[in-house]
């Protein structure tokens, strides 16, 4: 019964690396997102897909990208991580769209020096 | 554009005390959702409303849903230590994706 499982758990990059943050779902959930959060923003949408083969961009999508080859699984990449990306990172998964509520992952906590 | 205001931010209470946190926006909602959040964790979904007017209460949580659609209160009965955490409201629409507010911070001392 393990739900939405991220990894890893805490990350710390250089300026410029590149890295992905891994998500998986078991439940079968067709809708899969990606959200940062900070302090005094709330949760803010970045990607997210409807199924697997579909993927679009939320509200801060500019140096990320993400792909859903299988219904389980949904990477975020981080392309050339700069300082501005460190936040707290939630995959979230739900059954067709957000109406059902969201199942979400622990979180990666990410910091880019 | 913030289309979820919450209030208040912060709240620290006493144990035994009752609070009320607000979500209010503009927009009409097709659901409005409630999630805790504890630290180092992901948000955990309370409850889900769809109609206007609507109450549902889980234990010593009362959440309602404007008749309007586009406001929601959560009420909290004599608060525990338990109950601290951050606490979130999310409005959607069908075929689309939530949007989330800045949350409520609640702290409730022994």
């Known amino acids: 019964n393990a739900g939405v499982t991220q990894t890893p758990k805490f990350q710390v990059l250089k300026t410029g690396q590149s890295m992905t943050l891994q998500c998986a779902q078991d439940?079968?959930?067709?809708?899969m997102s990606w959200y940062r959060q900070d302090p005094g923003m709330g949760l803010r949408l970045i990607h997210y897909?409807?199924?697997?083969?579909?993927?679009d961009q939320g509200e801060v999508p500019n140096g990320y990208n993400v792909s859903r080859s299988t219904t389980e699984d949904f990477p975020l990449r981080l392309l050339s991580a700069a300082p501005s990306q460190t936040s707290v990172y939630f995959c979230?998964?739900?059954?067709?769209?957000?109406?059902?509520?969201?199942?979400f992952g622990s979180g990666t906590r990410l910091t880019v020096v | 554009t913030q289309l979820l205001e919450q209030s208040p931010q912060f709240l620290s209470i006493q144990e035994g005390e009752n609070l009320t946190v607000y979500c209010n926006s503009s927009?009409?909602?097709?659901?409005l959702q409630w999630y805790r959040q504890e630290p180092g964790e992901g948000p955990v979904l309370l409850v889900t409303?769809?109609?206007?007017?609507e109450v549902k209460k889980l234990k010593r949580l009362t959440f309602q849903f404007g008749d309007a659609r586009k406001d929601s209160s959560l009420h909290i009965t004599a608060a525990q230590p338990g109950d601290t955490g951050l606490y979130l409201c999310?409005?959607?629409?069908?075929?689309?994706?939530?949007?989330f507010g800045e949350g409520t911070q609640l702290t409730v001392n022994p």
């Open positions: 979230a998964s739900s059954r067709t769209d957000s109406f059902y509520g969201y199942t």
């Open positions: 927009s009409v909602f097709s659901s």
């Open positions: 999310a409005g959607g629409f069908r075929g689309s994706r939530l949007t």
């Open positions: 409303v769809v109609t206007g007017g």
């Open positions: 897909s409807v199924g697997a083969g579909i993927t």
């Open positions: 439940m079968n959930h067709e809708y």
